[in-house]
């Protein structure tokens, strides 16, 4: 660990995919940032790590322009992996004493770093600066309320403590970021993951700015198949088995009710006041198909992660690092 951390080297780690539109105006701010700080003594030096998640745009001969003025680092992916496989291979190449990650579309914004640095040094304790937003401008209702009640109900049936409203916009210590690179599981969800690291973590409150480049605030709609999928096999089902305890629970209640139902039915039968019914009969069928369906899903996702995890692949395959040496690392 760090005892002194004055002078520090920062890495920012950033994910993107087809973001030509923003890397001109998210370069020209984070340099200005880096170069306000070092002029005041915060930091020492800083490296800003973009992690191509191959895309399709311009976005790579942008960035290959800026490796030659030494503070880039492009790190090419081979394929489509996804923000948070794309983000664990920047940290791996990233080689700064605190490393930042956010998003590359500049609703982070950059000029909320120096505050989150200084909340570092100022704790030599801290080992994770987190932020929450206070605000989310341009963003959809049904975006924003989804979103809401998402974080709460992870909170609550996870075994960690995630804070809610907080995002892919931290700041860890090398500590930190060495033990989330020994994590090999499968579908990362790094927001948990920083959380079941543990250490002390604080937070910075900020307000969220809409996409810079005035397209649609996100590329993950909120009813999206991809968003809903990343939530149910990276956040749920990798940090939480409440769903399983559910479906356990859900058995054993309609075991108990149907067992009162029999008798029930027996009581009618020898009263003569039992006639059988047809909706009756069909709506005890679909209610317990149903939820045997549930359980079935539920159960399935679980033996889904089981699978993808014995396959042991590795999380992200990385096609060359160019850094401003003027060398290509070919993987």
């Known amino acids: 660990m760090m005892t002194d951390r004055k002078n520090a080297k920062i890495s920012v ?32 030096s800083y490296e800003l790590v973009f992690v191509n998640d191959n895309s399709r ?53 950059p000029e909320v770093i120096p505050e989150m640095i200084r909340t570092w040094l100022a704790d030599p304790e801290a080992e994770v600066v987190y932020t929450t937003r206070i605000k989310r401008a341009g963003e959809h209702p049904l975006k924003l309320l989804v979103t809401k009640y998402a974080y709460r109900v992870l909170k609550h049936i996870s075994d960690i403590q995630l804070p809610v409203d907080s995002g892919d916009f931290k700041l860890l210590s090398r500590r930190v970021v060495d033990h989330l690179l020994t994590l090999k599981e499968d579908k990362p969800y790094i927001r948990g993951l920083v959380s079941w690291v543990g250490y002390k973590q604080v937070p910075v409150y900020y307000n969220r700015d809409p996409r810079f480049d005035g397209r649609e605030n996100t590329k993950f ?80 996702l679980y033996v889904g992660a089981i699978f993808r995890e014995t396959k042991g692949r590795p999380l992200y395959l990385i096609k060359e690092v160019i850094r401003s040496t003027g060398t290509s690392t070919r993987s």
């Open 13 to 44: 780690v950033l994910s993107f995919f087809n973001e030509s539109n923003n890397i001109p105006e998210l370069l020209q701010r984070l340099r200005k940032v880096f170069a306000d700080m070092i002029a005041e003594g915060i930091v020492g």
């Open 221 to 300: 709609p909120v009813l999206s198949r991809r968003v809903i999928s990343g939530y149910l096999d990276r956040a749920l089902i990798s940090f939480s088995d409440v769903p399983l305890k559910i479906t356990l629970f859900l058995g054993l209640l309609l075991s108990f009710v149907s067992i009162m139902y029999i008798f029930v039915v027996l009581f009618q039968k020898i009263m003569g006041w039992y006639e059988p019914g047809w909706p009756a009969l069909m709506f005890a069928i679909l209610l317990i198909g149903g939820i045997q369906l549930m359980m079935l899903g539920f159960t399935g």
């Open 57 to 109: 745009d311009n976005s790579e001969a942008l960035l290959r322009h800026e490796v030659e003025k030494g503070d880039v680092v492009l790190v090419n992916m081979t394929r489509n992996f996804g923000v948070s496989e794309c983000v664990l291979a920047g940290m791996e190449q990233s080689s700064g004493d605190g490393v930042v990650y956010m998003d590359a579309d500049l609703q982070d914004p």
